[in-house]
């Protein structure tokens, strides 16, 4: 269903390089993932085109600038810095990659668990204040703050047998996660526009019954009705909801919507850069020495505050 992302997110693909049928393939899917409704919308194509190219020049860099592809082998765990970073022992690696669904996956498969396979791991990265022992000289500190490093929750995703598949669904995954931000935005202006809408409907009914019998009270609390102050708060809720847009232009709000995600898509999903330096307990280092490591991580973020260390990992035979 999604193979025309294949050609959209070639190796090497520059946005303005993109032949129109698949530009116009890649608005629809934007359409279809966030609110189908876009379409009823006059030049929802020509709007959007400009954004979707942005989104998928971004992707693109985000998924091939990634670091170098480490081997994810337990017996490796020795002499690799990266895997003692993020693996408690070998042990625990080989665990993980007995456990791991897509691994197992794999390994079911007739004939593929004879060859390698690259995917990418995707981690959380845990620190925590602890009071420990540290020397200083020949003295034995007690009691010093120190912060703890682990990384947690591993998983592998878009496991397959070539790297550049595995690329691939990773530039497809990473313009559905925009596509799914940007749906998040649209629901949340939906129920925001809804609950006024309700309250607004509340204190219409109200203010019409207050009109229509002349009632000076209110009937549940027997206290004086500001008929003054609920049109107070109508108003204010009416000014509200025209800064949302007006009823018939909702559908052009959530097309700006899609198309400020997809065309800022470097605000909404990006891979930084961290320094790290631990010890082999574990512990954070402000400098690297023989008994501390430096690492570099490429941490994923996302503008509703989503943060994973990730790695392109192969798996060998």
Known sequence: MLRFLHSIFR???KAGAVPDALVNKAIERAVDGTDPWIRAVFGYKKKLRPAVLHAIGHVVSLVDGTGPVLTLDPQRYDEDTYLRTYFISAAEMGQFLERDPGVAQLRGTRGNGRHAATGLLL???QERLILGAEISGDLV???VP???VSFEAHRILDLNGKEEETRYQLKRRAYDHLLRIALGRITEIKTRRGNLEKHRTLLDSKLSLLSRGGFGFDPRTGAATDVAGLEQQLAKIEAQ???????DKMLEVYLAVVADVLGHAEEYLWVGKETLVVDRMGIK???PGPEARKVNLDVLCDAEGRKLVVSLVNIPT
């Open 11 to 13: 190796r090497g693909t």
């Open 123 to 125: 981690m959380e990265k």
């Open 141 to 143: 500190l007690r009691d």
């Open 146 to 148: 120190q912060v703890t």
């Open 241 to 247: 909801l025209l800064e949302i847009g007006k009823d």
């Open 285 to 287: 280092r402000k400098e």
